[in-house]
């Protein structure tokens, strides 16, 4: 540097060059600036490849058990790459490998955010795997065996039915995002290995009438007509929460002219679903205080999940006063339980056999599988269901 002071172009080049990669230095060595306690061993960033595996996200009521903090900033996201690769014996190749998939997801504009970040996070940690057992180097060439040899991992280390078959299909997912693979992967049932099949708790997550009333008092009290209008929709049309908060003024007018409402749930499947007079009513009352275009339940200056956030803490914190049973707590999705079997109920006395109506009520919830649909039919009785099959 001169004598005078003065820092010339070339030179303050130079060491702007020498501040990025001081920079990236202390995001590699998970050194992250201002928090140099977080780098000598708290490993509460990231989770651990053998120790804690998330459980699978839950659809009921937005909560975030068994699930790690989002990791937003790239010093977060590299520290925490750092903590997770300390339990890895072949380090380098789990880079390579995780590099290679973060191309695949760079690029990725499939599913919600929440199915994004928990398949993401699975195949982290199967790179994870793939490293230390195999010693892979290239994502394009995991084959069958690979998938075998992770079952069997998944199972000796007591993983739930359910993690493991979404593992799988989250490693399939990005494997058809590859431009080249080596090998076809096999399906579940072509592995040679069994899986056990999920199981479901069979918990009756219903709300009494008692309840859903009282609810609703605490919401007119409050004037929260957006919360009134939610808790209809999932308890008379079994819509999901994100698909309530989704709905705008174009969805809402449709709505009132067919007697239905469409949504797009999850996967992508859109589904149509009767309304009563309790929801149209309701969507009339809420068209008139949202501007046109707007999402009925979103404020203009608020983001869509943190709207939902705040109805969950609002259903939270007045269950206690109005929960009849002690066990499980009521959530907003315990609706969609109440409206499958209320309307399960309601089909069986209109004369429809148990099977269609299981069917039906199946096509309404916007799920395939009978027992996915078995879950939100625990309340009823085995009398009721006996002769389903």
Sequence with gaps: ???????????????TWFQLKKRQRFAVHGSLPGNASAARGSEAIAPRLQED????????????????????TTYERKGALYYMTRSIQNKGLYLALVSQLN????????????????????????CGYLADEYHLQKLS???????????????????????IKTDLAAIRFFHDKMSNPKYALPTNSELGVELERRRFGGVDRTWSTEEFNHMLGKALAAERWDYILALYLARYAGLRIHECFRMD?????????????????????????????????ALRRQLVRTPRGNKLLVPDDMPTDQAIHRLQ???A??????????????????????????????LMDKGMGALDAHFTVSRLLGHERADVTNVYLASLSAKDMKDKH
């Design 313 to 315: 803490l609002f259903i």
């Design 1 to 15: 540097m001169p004598s005078d002071g003065r820092v010339y172009p070339h030179t303050a080049l130079v060491l």
């Design 53 to 72: 595996f998330p459980g699978d996200p839950a659809e009921t009521d937005g909560s975030a058990k068994g699930r790690t903090v989002p990791i937003r």
């Design 103 to 126: 191309k695949l997801a760079r690029h990725n504009r499939q599913g919600s955010f929440r199915t994004k970040d928990r398949y993401y996070e699975a195949c982290k940690r199967f």
């Design 317 to 346: 914190a007045h269950r206690s006063s109005i929960q009849v049973k002690s066990d499980p707590p009521l959530t907003f999705h315990g609706l969609r339980h109440t409206f499958a079997a209320e309307k399960y109920e309601e």
């Design 141 to 163: 060439n995991i084959s069958g065996k690979h998938l075998v040899g992770y079952v069997l991992y998944l199972q000796e280390h007591r993983k739930s039915a359910s993690t």
């Design 249 to 281: 003024t174009a969805a809402a007018e449709q709505a009132l002219r067919e007697q239905a409402v469409t949504v797009k749930g999850k996967g992508g499947k859109i589904r149509t679903v009767p309304i009563n007079e309790q929801i149209a009513i």
